[in-house]
């Protein structure tokens, strides 16, 4: 099920859910300023971290001296809250764990499979270089719990996924587009020149992982009233983007090329960030007032979203690999109920299919 990132201080630790592996982090005046801000007092936030009022109190009179700015905006008494700069040092710092995210699981997972195969020789590495989603945390907690099999996952675009299977780096890539939408995957369309060409017919298999809901996210409430991609060049706009080969930007310039919308209209167009979390969180600390991403990126941080389509997210093998032990037992995991019950609660998305064989013919537009 999905873990967090933790900071651990004197003992105790503060969770950021972030649906990928644990990690330490040592840093305790981030622990703090967020134990005050969801307590809204000095005392509550000291008893939550195991510590004394007064360790706190004079912690952040120090900080603030070395900083030179004030942290609280209000402090001794009943109620205590963040002033501006403790607030985006705080976002700043959600935003920075954010854009690790794909980095430090795929180094956590490494350093534990390291460790798991010296001490359980027998265990077999999967090999997997996908983009980025939510859900391998669980997945690979699935595998892990069905047999002796290690999923070894580099995050890369869905480009690059696909460069590398088909060089023979991987076993497995991680893509997604959305099937459901012909005019945006016809031939001679951006997503057919970056992920259609690369996808071979009688090599490449299609294994179903989940369905994803993809839109515009928005601050809370959608205050500037986005509904669909023309919103994007108005002046008030301020927009995060996914960085240049990962699905989601090819999706985003395949749904800009259908619009008529030239990228140099849009304010921030080159602004990028990493993750789905790292838009998201972003737009939570106010240097952007939207991006495009997923449903379950703007639910994690408590932002609005407006929805725009659903697309596939596909784990693809060469046709030869299908049938391994490794790959089939990959295609049990993701129709395990305990998969599917583990992923059930998040947002946005929908395992039904997940472990189903897809075929290129029928699904992709430009093979039509």
């Known amino acids: 099920m999905p873990v967090s990132f933790s900071y651990q201080f004197d003992g105790s630790s503060r969770s950021l859910p972030l649906f990928g592996e644990q990690m330490p982090f040592a840093n305790p005046l981030f622990g703090i300023l967020a134990a005050i801000r969801e307590?809204?007092?000095?005392?509550?936030?000291?008893?939550?971290?195991?510590l004394s009022y007064r360790y706190v109190w004079g912690y952040l009179k120090k900080q603030?001296?070395?900083?030179?700015?004030?942290?609280?905006?209000?402090?001794?008494g009943a109620s205590a809250r963040l002033s501006d700069f403790g607030e985006r040092l705080l976002w700043s710092e959600r935003r920075v764990l954010a854009r690790m995210a794909p980095v430090a699981e795929g180094m956590?997972?490494?350093?534990?499979?390291?460790?798991?195969?010296?001490?359980?020789?027998?265990?077999?590495?999967?090999?997997?270089?996908?983009?980025?989603?939510l859900l391998?945390?669980?997945?690979?907690?699935?595998?892990?719990?069905?047999?002796?099999?290690?999923?070894?996952?580099?995050?890369v675009g869905s480009v690059d996924a696909?460069?590398?299977?088909?060089?023979?780096?991987?076993?497995?890539?991680?893509?997604?587009?959305?099937?459901?939408?012909?005019?945006?995957?016809?031939?001679?369309?951006?997503?057919?020149?970056?992920l259609g060409r690369q996808l071979r017919l009688g090599d490449h298999k299609l294994i179903s992982m989940a369905v994803r809901e993809q839109g515009l996210i928005v601050p809370t409430g959608n205050p500037l009233d986005l509904y669909d991609v023309y919103d994007l060049v108005r002046p008030e706009i301020r927009f995060v983007n996914r960085q240049s080969g990962s699905g989601t930007r090819i999706l985003l310039d395949e749904l800009l090329s259908f619009h008529?919308?030239?990228?140099?209209?849009?304010?921030?167009y080159r602004t990028e960030e990493p993750t789905h979390l790292a838009v998201a969180a972003c737009i939570a600390a106010g240097a952007a007032n939207c991006g495009f991403g997923l449903r379950a990126a703007a639910e994690?941080?408590?932002?609005?979203?407006?929805?725009?389509?659903?697309?596939?997210?596909?784990?693809?093998?060469?046709?030869?690999?299908?049938?391994?032990?490794?790959?089939?037992?990959?295609?049990?995991?993701?129709?395990?109920?305990?998969?599917?019950?583990?992923?059930?609660?998040?947002?946005?998305?929908?395992?039904?299919?997940?472990?189903?064989?897809?075929?290129?013919?029928r699904t992709l537009p430009w093979y039509k």
């Open 260 to 268: 008529r919308i030239e990228p140099q209209e849009i304010t921030g």
């Open 39 to 50: 307590e809204g007092s000095i005392t509550r936030a000291a008893e939550r971290l195991g």
């Open 162 to 194: 696909l460069e590398q299977l088909n060089s023979g780096e991987c076993t497995l890539a991680g893509i997604h587009f959305p099937v459901d939408l012909p005019h945006l995957c016809q031939r001679g369309s951006g997503l057919h020149a970056q």
């Open 108 to 133: 956590a997972n490494k350093l534990d499979n390291e460790l798991l195969l010296a001490t359980r020789p027998t265990l077999m590495p999967l090999r997997i270089a996908a983009s980025h989603d």
């Open 136 to 155: 391998f945390g669980a997945l690979r907690e699935q595998l892990m719990r069905q047999g002796n099999l290690l999923l070894d996952a580099d995050y």
């Open 300 to 361: 994690q941080f408590g932002l609005g979203f407006v929805p725009m389509l659903w697309e596939q997210y596909f784990i693809v093998c060469r046709k030869h690999e299908l049938e391994s032990p490794p790959v089939q037992t990959l295609i049990e995991a993701l129709q395990a109920p305990d998969f599917r019950e583990s992923v059930a609660n998040v947002p946005g998305y929908s395992v039904a299919e997940a472990g189903q064989i897809i075929s290129l013919r």
């Open 64 to 76: 603030e001296e070395e900083l030179g700015q004030k942290l609280l905006a209000s402090g001794q």
